[in-house]
């Protein structure tokens, strides 16, 4: 009588784990939201010799003359000025006109005072993430005092090799902040990589409900829909000396969750009201684990 074999039963495929999702990322803009100013207007305009009123008004005038994105003006403009005025400008130039940026009060000492607190919160199992999103220049922020504590910086950059003078290689409009948004989201954060294609929520590293998006105005606004309609947060500010109407506006139409100055120090009502906020990605962190051993 033949032996019988036992067919052994396939496992089926290996199922992938799903990512911890135990970091928070906090993201910024940079010009009236970390700095009081445009970040251009410490170094780059003094430097050809031109007023801030009168080139910002400048751009507006070009841009609508000529249809074009103002974004993409201003990048063109500061260097067509530069050129007019036989003053070369490089890219380590500007990377080292960064150190002339001045921040808002505590600025510099805020995403180390983020990260312990998360840690303390959390007893060391979550982290945190600084990301910048803006349409500054990244090659100024590169020179900046808070440039290495950014997990990765998404700014508008030049091309300095072309024609003999630099032209925009990625611009960053208002509305194109929230790719970068979905990029930290789906964990794509290499700008070259496509981010359309459909990923599962359960594989996506940092679900919005465990962002919080800081800006200064109308200029966010895309970018805190986004964040809040997938159920993140967002915070409005505004420098000392300017006022609070437009935070206050975004505050009564649902846009944020809070406004605060742009005052980082310890103890500040940002200060305060982000740990707020911390405090509950953390309890839903729980919540969702808890649920998980079910």
């Known amino acids: 009588m033949a032996k019988q074999t036992t067919k052994k039963r396939s496992k089926g495929p ?15 803009d940079f010009d009236g939201t970390l700095s009081p ?69 505590g600025v510099e000492k805020w995403f180390g ?3 312990a607190y998360v840690k303390k919160q959390s007893s ?6 600084h990301y910048l999103v803006s ?7 590169e020179g900046t005092k808070i440039y290495p504590h950014f997990h990765n910086v998404f700014a508008s950059e030049y091309f300095f090799d072309a024609y003999g003078l630099p032209y925009p290689k990625r611009v960053i409009t208002d509305t194109s ?16 990589l496509s981010i359309n294609s459909h990923m599962p929520e359960k594989d996506r590293p940092i679900p919005f409900s465990q962002m919080i998006y800081f800006g200064d105005g109308e200029t966010d606004v895309p970018s805190m829909a986004v964040t809040r ?13 300017k006022p609070a109407d437009i935070c206050k506006e975004l505050f009564k139409v649902g846009r944020v969750d ?37």
């Open 177 to 192: 902040k929230t790719q970068y948004l979905f990029r930290i989201n789906k964990g794509v954060e290499d700008v070259n």
């Open 37 to 105: 100013r445009n970040m251009q207007e410490y170094a780059f305009l003094p430097k050809i010799g031109m007023d801030p009123g009168k080139f910002w008004s400048e751009v507006s005038k070009l841009s609508i003359e000529r249809e074009a994105e103002p974004l993409i003006t201003y990048m063109h403009l500061m260097y067509q000025i530069a050129k007019d005025k036989n003053i070369e400008i490089k890219r380590d130039d500007l990377v080292a006109q960064g150190r002339d940026v001045e921040f808002c009060p």
């Open 229 to 241: 309609q997938n159920n993140g947060f967002a915070i409005a500010v505004y420098p000392k000396e």
């Open 258 to 294: 809070f406004y605060a100055e742009a005052d980082y120090t310890k103890g500040s009502d940002l200060h305060l009201r982000t740990c707020l906020l911390i405090d509950k990605i953390l309890s839903d962190i729980k919540v969702r684990e808890e649920k998980e051993k079910l």
């Open 113 to 115: 005072l983020m990260e």
């Open 14 to 28: 290996v199922k992938k784990k799903p990512p911890a999702k135990n970091t928070i990322a906090l993201i910024y």
């Open 135 to 141: 349409s500054g220049l990244k090659e100024i922020v």
């Open 124 to 129: 060391g199992l979550v982290n945190v993430r």
